[in-house]
């Protein structure tokens, strides 16, 4: 069954004149933190319309073919490394309205965030009444950030990391997949074997990737989008082809 679609159903109760809820969709793994965004979300939207995601998949799978006044997402979800689940997400619904909340505090995570399309960063630490004031500032279209938060030294490499998001930006959904299964260090035949897809088309996804990224082989593939992993450092994954093909 498909969700609803709230952009549609709110656009025919808006031209009719009707009070439209607003709608939300959290993305955690935990429970207790999905009722506690839940019951900050209430606090602020008493009738909000509010569907929760345990996974990237499950959240993937609510937003095709709907949209939500704002997506809760928390960084650190199973199967996904760094920003990954941020960039699945905006590569499937690029205007989807994305705000992170995250036990993570570093300001070079909320920076590298905000780089890739968040619409605010919210801390986990944050009591009810925060997070219910920072889910209001976000939905009045205010970029919301922790309090006391500092933007980290402009460096070299910030440069390039913009410029990464923006190489990312250009892959299709379908060959995020593939960069992630390479940053896995998988090979071609194991990724056809995932994605059911024949290694021809795993071959010509991973040289588009290679183009749109700018780089000569899988090996310096995986190195460069390392950067978007939490640690910040880049590492290699054990690739044995190092060739598009």
Known sequence: MQPPDFATDRLSAESKGAHVASTFLIVDDHPLFREALRLAIESAYADAAI???????????????????????????????????????????????????????????IHEAMTYGAAGFISKSARKPELSEAIRDVMNGLVYLPRGYEPPRSEAGGEKTTDLAV??????????????????????KQIAYELDVGETTVKAHVSEILRKLNVASRTQAVIEVARIDFDLIATSVPVKDDKAR
């Open 51 to 109: 569907q929760e995601a345990s996974s990237i998949e499950a959240a993937k799978a609510a937003l095709n073919g709907a949209s939500y006044d704002l997506v809760l997402l928390d960084l650190s979800m199973p199967g996904t490394k760094g920003f990954d689940g941020l960039l699945e997400i905006r590569t499937q619904n690029p205007k989807q309205p994305i705000v992170i909340v995250s036990g993570l505090e570093d300001p070079r995570i």
């Open 167 to 188: 190489r990312l930006g250009t892959l299709t959904p379908q060959q995020l997949r593939v960069l992630q299964m390479l940053r896995q260090g998988m090979l071609n």
